[in-house]
C-alpha cells in the first residue's frame, strides 16, 4: 500500500520558519517524485516545489523562491520542506504527492499519482 504521510505544520509568526516532513511508504523509492503543494481557503492547489527522484533536479513556485528549500534524506524515505522567512499568505494546508517515473530528473508540478492528506500552516501574529 502506497502511503505518504506529512507533517511539521502548525503555527508560526510572519517571519518565522517551519519544516515540512513527507514520509514515503510502500513503494520502490527509486522510482518517484515527490511534490509539495498547497491550497489556501477559497483558492486552488498549488505547486509549491518538487524534487526528482535522483535528488538531483528541483523545482520552485516563483512565490516561494529563495525562501523554502525542498530535500531528501539519503534513505530517499523521506522529503522535506523548510520554510523561512514566513508570510501570512503561505497559510494554507500543505500536500505532498508522488509521481511514479522512470525519469530520474523529473521534477513538475503536474500528473501526481498520490497524495498525503495534509498538514495545515498557518502563519499569523
Known amino acids: 500500500q502506497l502511503q505518504l504521510v506529512e507533517s511539521g505544520g502548525g503555527l508560526v509568526q510572519p517571519g518565522g520558519s517551519l519544516r515540512l516532513s513527507c514520509a514515503a511508504s510502500?513503494?520502490?523509492?527509486?522510482?518517484?517524485?515527490i511534490g509539495w503543494f498547497r491550497q489556501a481557503p477559497g483558492k486552488e492547489r498549488e505547486g509549491v516545489s518538487c524534487i526528482s527522484s535522483s535528488g538531483g533536479s528541483t523545482n520552485y513556485a516563483d512565490s516561494v523562491k529563495g525562501r523554502f528549500t525542498i530535500s531528501k534524506d539519503n534513505a530517499k524515505t523521506t522529503v522535506y520542506l523548510q520554510m523561512n522567512s514566513l508570510k501570512p499568505e503561505d497559510t494554507a494546508v500543505y500536500y505532498c504527492?508522488?509521481?511514479?517515473?522512470?525519469?530520474?530528473?523529473?521534477?513538475?508540478?503536474?500528473?501526481?499519482?498520490?497524495w498525503g492528506k495534509g498538514t495545515l500552516v498557518t502563519v499569523s501574529s
Open positions: 510502500g513503494f520502490t523509492q527509486d522510482y518517484y517524485a
Open positions: 504527492a508522488a509521481r511514479i517515473t522512470y525519469d530520474s530528473n523529473w521534477a513538475q508540478f503536474y500528473g501526481m499519482d498520490y
